[in-house]
């Protein structure tokens, strides 16, 4: 197994809506706000190559909407889904598998594209198996008012249509099961219904990809919640038990959503679990 990074852009969401009730006063401390009070996120993804599958965890907001919509989001840099994977010696064609972690737009906006004359969306991976759950995929086909605008018809639909989505198999209690993918999955649900967190056991380490249970460093504190989560004391419940977990086995968390902090471990503390140390995925992994 080979694990790369791999970053699809970045964009800018109000600092409010992100640390939910903590005041800016304490947030801005680990994520400053410029004079729009919008700070910087990232859409970093994981691209696993494991023998002859080649699986995408997320693949950040695709490139099919349209203006009005991209200037809400303040997108900036230079990366892209195909330039770094182009960086990394491959096409969107060898990807096997899209695994999306769950169907808000900045997740798998890049699952789906126009057609070359753009009547239609297709798949933005033709040769790819797409994995959700079907409990998700319920909560994301018949959207609550809260999220509604962050499940996107065009973003999830085509993908049933074209014949190429599968799921994850949950049918028991438990948080953490495996799958036929080569990793477990987490199952976390304050954020949104069913949201999946793969854990690989990598280079005698477990790595986690963290997507939305934690976004950025600045969250670790449990009362740090982003005001998107739907459950927000379950988020709490949540992190806490898995915080605890990370620090006293040493997880390696990557960050999907960090802009300055790809990998992070944490430590007990008295005041409870906070950062240990930041990382390079390179400076852990090679």
Partial sequence: MKLYPLETGNFKLDGGAMFGVVPKSLWQRTNPADSNNMIDLSMRCLLIEDGDRLILVDTGMGNKQSDKFFGYYYLFGNF?????????????????????????????????????????????????KFWSNSNHWDWATKPNAREKASFLKENITPIEESGQLNFINHNSTDSIINTSLGFDVLFVDG??????????????????FMADLLPTTGHIPLPYVMGYDTRPL????????????????????????????ELCTVKDTEKGVRLNQTFKFSEIFN
């Avoid at 793969?198 to 986690?208: G, I, R, S």
């Fill in 191 to 208: 954020h949104t219904e069913k949201q999946m967190l793969p854990m690989l056991k990598y280079q005698d380490k477990t790595l986690v």
């Fill in 234 to 261: 379950l988020t709490i419940q949540e992190k806490e038990k898995f915080l605890k977990i990370a620090a006293n086995q040493n997880y390696y968390l990557f960050l999907e959503h960090d802009c300055k902090t």
């Fill in 80 to 128: 892209t889904l195909d330039t770094s994977l182009a960086n990394l010696g491959f096409h969107r064609d060898d990807i096997t598998d899209v695994f999306l972690t769950h169907l808000h737009f900045d997740h798998c906006g890049g699952a789906i594209e126009w057609n070359n004359d753009k009547t239609f969306y297709q798949p933005a991976f033709k040769n790819a």
